[in-house]
């Protein structure tokens, strides 16, 4: 019997030996990650020390730098000169967030397949016909002929890699020995690179197509209609009605017709190359901001708020820092892999942003003269294309796979196969292949006094379009919609464009002294949360449709009421969970269900949310049964018409829906085209309710408090690598949800809450949800979770001067020039 047991634990042993020393999948062999030498064993990281000092010396460096760090982990970086200024910068950040730029550019460039092998080559193949390459190298031409930034690229690249330089295999990230590779030296064009990814996070989207297809299954006057070019319902657009627009207006395009017909201009049979189904618009993502004139604010200063709405994950999208240089001491947050404070505060001005959603991404139909894809028909005459091979490495494959990206002059073609075989090519144009230099705007905002400092780094910015928020020490308060827009007529790219049109073109810009803006505006106040940018006596065109108004309704009916307010006043109106959507039309729809005798269950729902406040609190039952009710109601109604139909359709839009069921009961929309019956609107309304309660009761039982808003929501902050569970944040008991100011879903959020009081010295506030660090095995990682998700935020320490003291400051780095 002993001799059989050991014979077993040998065998077991060399078994696991061999196991652990083979990869799985494309994970490496868990041998080495499991070595308590080289393992993740040694990604265990202290708290900094009160009084430590670190030194650092590296050729690289012109003089010294000196980094403070605080009690959460941000680092305050003092230096003579702008070079060494964003080598610290690079230094501290890969410090903290190396993996989490890696990926992001690898992202971005198409490269992922490198280190994860075959599973994500189609992403890569995606992002390298999305011309994503193609736009970092233009913007990154422009960047490296302007002394500013082409210092900021050299210093902030040299900083990363002397801290790469300084690794041993033990040190690196946990995700490297995870994954199996090592880190690469930073290049500068991966900040362009950083910068297209968040570019196509935030313009990367269209429904041209879809909208094309309604057109041609339902014809102008019923898309016209369904689809308005402004809400039907409410609004309160960025820009206050009445603004006058003092400019002399541009002559617009005269429009085109529609193209209409799937087959058109393409009638060559080959192998498609897709762009990939585009990702549907996220509610919520794009941001809260605003902005308190002196005469609501209790200190007799503007106050100003910013929560930009993104995907939540851990480690955040933002880091935290201070920059004090020559010509700058400014606070805020930055996005690892790009110099300078892209949301922050000096000591004279403050600033934030929201997406403003604008129509910058179109698809153009392109007619080719042969499978070759050498010519295509434009302005009457065949034009050359121009072609890119991007090779994909892939582990694990010993040769790259070849991928051909065929330019127009619109930009990058991709192709689908229609229901007859044919082969339809289409070009995407869109403004992340636009060259230019926004990192100027962030530079010159970093070191802004006043106002008109504001608008002239404006005038640099490209895009993707934002909302810039501001307020300053001299009392002024203003917001821009501002970005590089296209100069269109009505309309133009609401459905897909004709490529051989030159008329469909962009041919010119808006320009920027043009852009919608306002400057201390009689109400007292600015905001944004993604709604309309202005209302349509606007004579341009931007977009034809932005986020439901919701939000900002809110928002500007709080912010008329204030009076006296403080941080802690816009602090709340960030955790606000009203819900006007509710306030809108569950009376409408409670008054129906006054008619249907339900069952017990049914009643009891009915009477949670008739006693309901319309707040989407945590503990809410009454969120959790109208949240789910609105989304089956808006399924049965448009399900029959826009869903699972030969061609894929645009849905109408949730305020055109509520407009309806408020003021067209009669409306055709509401009988169920798959039944022999005809359903009414109180029909549809009996029935979405009644699944709604059945499905909630079969997910969580009977109504209880495990009806509860947070257990539904399931918020949770998910790991970069989306794989690894332990790493994630668990289930967070927040309120909100995505038409609610507080707009926290399963997914998204508030990913950087950030308010300041201007005054003689800048009093801020501001927290995001982890921490600092990258590294699950540090106490920086989950540090400020906790708070964030009470809705608290941490007073930002605000530092003058290297000598400055304050009880909160720990260790310090000291760069010396070697």
Known sequence: MKLIKAILSVGLAGSLFFVLSRPLGPAPALGNFLSPFTGFWQNWERSYQKGEQVHISSDSLREQVVVRYDDMGVPHIFANNDFDLFFAQGYVTAKDRLWQMDLQTRAASGRLSEVLGPATVKLDEKNRRMGMNFGAESNFKVAMSDPRSREALLGYAAGINAYIDQLSPKEYPVEYKLLGYAPEHWKPIYTMYMLEQ??????????????????????????????????????????????????????????????????????????????????????????????????????????????????????????????????????????????????????????????????????????????????????????????????????????????????????????????????NYFATRWIGREAGNSFLTFYELNAAKNYDDYRSALSHYVGPGQNFIFADNHKDIAITVNGKFPLKYKDQGKFVLDGTNPTDDW?????????????????????????????PSYPYYINWEFAPSERGIRINERLQMMRGATADSLRMLQNDNYSVLARSILPRLLSVLKNHPGTSSQKAAENTLASWDYINSAESLGATIFENWIVQLQAAIWEDEFRNQPLPLRSPSRDRTIYMLLNEPEAPWFDDKRTPDVESMEDIVIRSYIATI???????????????????????????????????????????????????????????????????KPVAYGIYPGGQSGNPGSPYYLNLLEKWEHGELNRLLFLESEQQQDERLTESIIFNKK
């Open 694 to 760: 059945n499905d909630l009761t079969k997910r969580y039982g009977a109504l209880s408090p495990a009806w509860a808003w947070w257990k539904v929501k399931g918020t949770e902050i998910r790991h970069l690598s989306r794989q690894i569970k332990p790493f994630n944040s668990g289930a967070l008991q927040t309120g909100g949800g995505s038409s609610i100011v507080n707009a926290i879903t399963s997914t998204h959020g508030p990913s950087w809450r950030m308010v300041v009081e201007l005054g003689p």
């Open 507 to 535: 041919n010119d810009w808006i320009p920027f002294e043009q852009n919608p803006y306002v400057k201390n505006p009689p109400r007292g106040f600015v905001s944004s949360a993604n709604q309309s940018s202005t209302d």
């Open 198 to 423: 968040m570019t196509l996070t935030l313009a990367g989207r269209s429904d041209d197509l879809k909208m094309s297809n309604v057109l041609k299954t339902y014809g102008k006057e019923v898309l016209e209609n369904l689809f308005p070019d402004y809400p039907m319902f409410q609004e309160s657009p960025i820009i206050p009605v009445g603004t006058p627009w003092d400019f002399k207006r541009l002559p617009t395009p005269i429009p085109t017709p529609q193209l209409t017909e799937a087959d058109t201009l393409a009638e060559i049979r080959a192998e498609a190359q897709p762009l990939g189904a585009m990702e549907p618009k996220i509610e919520g993502v794009g941001s809260n901001n605003w902005a308190i004139g002196a005469e609501k604010s209790l200190t007799g200063y503007p106050i100003l708020a910013n929560d930009p709405h993104l995907e939540l994950t851990l480690p955040s999208i933002w880091y935290q820092v201070q920059l004090h240089g020559p010509t700058m001491n400014v606070y805020g947050v930055s996005l690892p892999g790009v110099p300078s404070v892209i949301i922050g505060f000096n000591k004279d001005v403050a600033w934030g942003v929201t997406n403003v959603d604008a129509d910058v991404f179109d698809y153009y139909k392109i007619r080719f003269k042969d499978a070759t894809q050498s010519l295509y028909w434009h302005d009457n005459q065949w034009k050359q294309t121009v072609t890119r091979e991007e090779p994909i490495a892939v582990k694990g494959e010993s040769e790259p796979r070849m991928l051909k990206v065929v330019y127009t002059h619109h930009g990058p073609v991709f192709s689908e196969n229609d229901s007859l075989g044919n082969t």
